[in-house]
């Protein structure tokens, strides 16, 4: 199954490579997905994924098998298998990035994707339309970290003058330092839910089919009555 995307972010292209390099970072816009480890040449993870009821997490990895930093230009093969044993997915992704105008920077993801057990049985497109839903989430948040300005180094405070004692005067005791506050644990992973993408997807594909065969019964509910 082969599916297609493209979309622009606001930064130049050099500066959109860099960051497409650090995939722990670029997985954090992407519903359910964790990065475990990485380096250049290879990446872990997981994604979790809730289809209705269904709760599916695939373990896996990926790999630049093709990385032309000159051309912009990267592929990655990634496969990755339920924990519970209930599917398997793997893709191919290419990626290219070319200059735009305004310093922006187009890219181009191109997916041949294979995926077996509970997500195959949608069509290709009704995965292009739920993807294209996705990419949008992920553009979105991806827009808004690129456009984040950048934290102001914190500048010490002034030291407080020290006070000389009288004669005859009791020394002050020190006062205590402050006790450091420890930074927030990181937000819980949510799963990918598959099935609220889906659903309007599917209603607004298949209302005619469906409207047709709920006024059919209804006739023939009104028949079986005479």
Not at 52 to 60: E, F, H, R, T, V
């Amino acid at each position: 199954m082969e599916l297609n995307h493209r979309f622009t972010v606001p930064i130049g292209v050099e500066e959109t490579w860099a960051h497409f390099n650090d995939i722990a970072s670029v997985a954090e816009c992407f519903p359910g997905a964790q990065v475990t480890e990485a380096d250049e040449s290879s990446f872990a993870g997981s994604v979790k994924v809730k289809l209705g009821p269904i709760a599916l997490q695939y373990n896996g990895s990926g790999t630049f098998v093709e990385k032309d930093e000159a051309a912009h230009r990267f592929v990655v093969d990634a496969k990755g298998k339920d924990k519970r044993g209930n599917g398997t997915a793997g893709a191919k992704v290419t990626v290219t990035m070319t200059d735009a105008t305004g310093g922006a920077t187009d890219v181009s993801v191109e997916t041949d994707l294979a995926i077996t057990g509970k997500p195959a049985q949608f069509g290709r497109g009704v995965m292009q339309d739920v993807s294209d839903k996705l990419l949008g989430q992920f553009v979105a948040c991806l827009e808004q970290r690129l456009a984040a300005p950048e934290p102001e180094p914190e500048t010490a405070a002034p030291e407080a003058p020290v006070a000389t004692p009288q004669p005859g005067a009791h020394a002050a005791a020190p006062p205590t330092p402050p006790t450091p506050l420890r930074p927030p644990p990181p937000p819980p992973t949510e799963a990918l839910d598959l099935g609220s993408a889906v659903l309007p997807i599917l209603a607004r594909t298949y209302w005619k089919p469906a409207l047709a065969a709920v006024v059919g019964l209804l006739l023939l509910r009104r028949l079986l009555r005479r």
